[in-house]
């Protein structure tokens, strides 16, 4: 157990902190812009969402520096970053800060790509993240992190920030997990 996969099983213990953070109501201060209410416990969550988020980078740029990389690390570094996305889109949806569609498409590319990496690794494949993947995490980060402040602080001056971002992610989430699809191709072919 080093210090990379430490990291990573931490974030996987920040998931349910950040969900009971967001649906247990508790607001010992709130804030209210133009109708739009963001409360203490939101900017906790989000920070938390945060911390968790970036310990993403954090293990696997450890683990590569110190030339510890592990079979355990390439499992539960992907594994723990699909727990924290989904949870947080669920507890978005139960907030009635996200449609549920936009979390059951998120969801399901994330099913779909690990499942076509499973196919690639039985077949000695391993596949990369793309670019485009990278940034598809980048615009799930802000994007959740807006909608879990409630647009804060750009509701001081009406811009719908949070809902711009919302449709970002859904169209960068679903290019990128169609580019997977469109790049190994040949892995799907293979397996027939």
Do not use: C
């Not at 911390?51 to 954090?58: E, F, K, Y």
């Not at 996305?85 to 498409?105: C, T, Y």
């Amino acid at each position: 157990m080093n210090l990379a996969n430490r990291i990573t099983i931490a974030r996987i213990f920040l998931v349910p902190v950040v969900s009971l953070v967001l649906l247990i109501h508790y607001n010992f201060w709130s804030i209210t812009i133009n109708h739009q209410t963001t409360t203490g416990s939101e900017m906790i969550a989000a920070f938390v969402f945060v911390l968790a988020a970036s310990t993403d980078g954090i293990d696997g740029y450890i683990a590569r520096k110190r030339q510890i990389v592990t079979n355990f690390g390439k499992f539960l570094d992907p594994l723990a970053d699909k727990l924290l996305i989904s949870a947080v889109l669920i507890s978005l949806v139960q907030m009635h800060r996200l449609p549920a569609w936009v979390a059951i498409v998120i969801i399901s590319r994330e099913f779909a790509v690990t499942g076509l990496r499973l196919v690639a690794a039985a077949e000695g494949v391993v596949i990369a993240a793309s670019r485009l993947a990278k940034l598809k995490t980048v615009t799930q980060i802000v994007a959740m992190v807006v909608l879990i402040i409630n647009n804060f602080p750009f509701s001081w001056v009406g811009f719908p920030f949070a809902n711009l971002m919302l449709y970002i992610m859904v169209v960068i989430t679903v290019l990128s997990g169609l580019d997977y699809f469109l790049k190994n191709k040949r892995i799907i072919r293979v397996t027939d």
